[in-house]
């Protein structure tokens, strides 16, 4: 059955080292978002793209964060250097038509 | 100052108590969705409301849109363990966007 999927699930690094997140939309899907979710924030969008071009990156430090969509079937969202206040669970979504998204299941990031 | 206010933050009852939670917000929205995350999971869609007074239902769930249009409730009948999770709410701002309440953390202990 058709579902985005995220990779890696989990991951911990130290301060200052480059983290890459990935993510495989639904097949047809032509609208990808990435999130950021933290306790004391919630549900936060850092950026997303239509028919793999960036709409709007403005939720995202730009001096660290990259994202792109190399190509239909993955995109990525890069942090580099990384800091201890990055850590959060990263979600990727996906959507085909207006505004009903689904969602991956999303990788936790741990800086120390 | 969230857009969207859900409360309460948190609930935790007894399986089979009902319980209503609820996403407020100052501004009109074209529509609303709920949804729900399990721990270690991605949020699920759960529905959409679109019409001011509309009234929707998931099995033991009801979903309810205000006339206003800018808030919305949801109303779960004899809770069941299964229930538990982040309710989330949400609505559309311009470009697909979506903006989330903070939630609403339900426990339903057995």
């Known amino acids: 059955d058709a579902r985005v999927t995220q990779t890696p699930r989990h991951k911990v690094t130290e301060m200052g080292q480059e983290v890459t997140m990935r993510c495989q939309p639904i097949l047809g899907h032509n609208t990808v978002f990435w999130y950021r979710q933290t306790m004391m924030q919630g549900l936060e969008l850092l950026a997303y793209f239509r028919n793999r071009a960036p709409l709007d990156d403005s939720g995202m430090p730009k001096d660290r964060f990259s994202a792109e969509m190399p190509d239909a079937t993955l995109a990525t969202l890069k942090i580099q250097p990384s800091e201890p206040r990055d850590s959060a669970v990263y979600f990727c979504?996906?959507?085909?038509?207006?505004?009903?998204?689904?969602f991956g299941p999303g990788t936790r990031l741990t800086v120390t | 100052t969230q857009l969207l206010e859900q409360s309460p933050q948190f609930l935790s009852i007894q399986e089979g108590e009902n319980l209503t939670v609820y996403c407020n917000s100052s501004?009109?929205?074209?529509?609303l969705q709920w949804y729900r995350q399990e721990p270690g999971e991605g949020p699920v869609l759960l529905v959409t409301v679109v019409t001011g007074g509309e009234v929707k239902k998931l099995k033991r769930l009801t979903f309810q849109f205000g006339d206003a249009r800018k808030d919305s409730s949801l109303h779960i009948t004899a809770a069941q363990p299964g229930d538990t999770g982040l309710y989330l709410c949400a609505g559309p701002l311009d470009g697909n966007k979506l903006v989330f309440g903070a939630g609403t953390i339900l426990r339903v202990k057995s």
């Open positions: 501004s009109v929205f074209s529509s």
């Open positions: 979504a996906s959507a085909l038509t207006g505004y009903e998204q689904y």
